[in-house]
């Protein structure tokens, strides 16, 4: 007569086998409910409020697509989006500027550390000062950028004051911090950098740019992913610079979405909700448009498609 089979577990190793399972999404519990009600639960309310008319207090009132066909015939969203484009284009700046800087402050010499908390100061001021700051820069009268400008023409640059070059002088001044935050990341995925690999590479005879492109740069994939994608998030949401240096003057030319929609939503000129939300919705689309190609392309290089 055959013996039962022994049972293939007992309560106590279920037990452990069910706690490993749910730890990690217990300690991901918390962070996953505050991104569903400050993130997503938000970005989906804003898009049902662009398909109503409302003021924020009283009754809405559906106008289903109005809010967006709107957007067409409107001069001033066009200016933004312009603006907008600009401020994505030349902010990339910041990332080759940062590499090239933490390149250069990755070496063990003397004074490194007093260069590199100069060059890490822009990234723990507020943006609030930064804009105060290069608004006294380029003030005519007494900035040093005017001063330098009207030494060399005789004249001076108002750079704030006309709207050919509004746009360019806060995107300057955006960059300030911004090429600081990508430096600290670049710096931080160096000291990560494989020094067997470097050493391989140069008994090849690799050096130089062939070092960073080939050996370096392969490396540092996950602090460019981090890069770019703050990057363009700050490009496309560069209020505060927008606020503090020009108020999206001279004559709304240096407005961009994210101060447009304000406008439109919450200021004294505004409180059209549905409006404000449909350029929210377009400023998203955006972000994330960019965001999801560059997603897409790390990860075809990734598997090596």
Known sequence: MS?????????APRRRRLNRKLAPWLFLAPGALMFLIYVLIPIVESMWISFFQWDGLSAKTWVGLSNYLELLDDDAFYTSLKNNVIWLVLYMLAIPFGLFIALFLNQTVRGIRIYKSLFFFPFV?????VGLI????????FGLFFELTKWLDGTGIAILANPNTVTYGIIAAGLWPQIAY????????LNAVAPDQIEAARLDGAKGIKMLWYVVLPQLRPATFIAVVVTVIGALRSFDLVSIMTDGGPFGSSRVLSYYMYEQALSE???R?????AIAVVLFAIMMIFISGFIWKMWRDERGL
């Open 3 to 11: 013996e039962p089979h022994a049972e293939t577990g007992t309560p």
């Open 125 to 129: 001021i507020s943006q609030v000062v």
């Open 134 to 141: 290069f608004s006294w820069f380029y003030a005519p009268g």
């Open 182 to 189: 990508c430096m600290i990341l670049y710096l931080t995925g």
């Open 269 to 271: 000129y505004g409180y």
């Open 273 to 277: 909700m549905g409006y404000g939300a």
